[in-house]
């Protein structure tokens, strides 16, 4: 494969540059993630969502649990695809949604794991964001 004027000058093909590999990686990561939890929301195969839901998201929203996590799923889906299309947004959008999770967990007074883990993922989300920002500039 040539090389462009542009990839020549400064010495490495665009592939190689590592800020636009991680922009992929958690790009793709955070787009097919949220669709395919999502969808499970639907299916409950990996796991029965309703066991993270805090009682007081019932008191509060008088739905029953799986109703709760069909909307659940439908908002998760909705964030990947924004992912997707607009990663500055949907990174944001993924973040926040992320500290929900978190905060249910931690009213729920269990799956601190399950917590921590989604700490991270917020991080890289917020890293993603970022990343768009640097890219759109």
């Known amino acids: 494969m ?4 542009a990839e020549r ?3 490495r093909s665009q592939a190689a540059e590592p800020d636009r590999q991680a922009f992929v990686l958690l790009r793709t990561v955070f787009t097919v993630a949220p669709i395919l939890f ?3 929301k639907f299916t409950n195969i990996l796991a ?6 805090a009682p007081v998201a019932t008191s509060l929203v008088p739905l029953p649990a799986q109703t709760i996590m069909y909307v659940v799923g ?3 889906i909705i964030a990947g695809i924004l992912v997707a299309v607009r990663p500055r947004i949907g990174s944001l959008i993924v973040a926040v949604w992320l500290l929900g999770i978190i905060v249910n967990l931690l009213i729920l007074g269990s799956f601190y794991d399950v917590a921590l883990r989604d ?10 964001n970022r990343l768009a920002m640097a ?3």
């Not at 040539?2 to 004027?5: F, G, P, Q, S």
């Not at 029965?48 to 839901?53: A, E, K, P, Q, R």
């Not at 700490?119 to 993603?128: H, N, P, Q, T, Y």
Request: glycine residues 12%; charged residues 15%; aromatic residues 10%.
């Open 38 to 40: 999502g969808l499970d």
């Open 119 to 128: 700490f991270g993922l917020l991080v890289g989300a917020l890293a993603l």
């Open 74 to 76: 439908v908002v998760e």
């Open 9 to 11: 000058s400064n010495g």
């Open 48 to 53: 029965d969502w309703t066991v993270y839901l």
């Open 135 to 137: 890219r759109s500039h």
């Open 2 to 5: 040539k090389a462009t004027v």
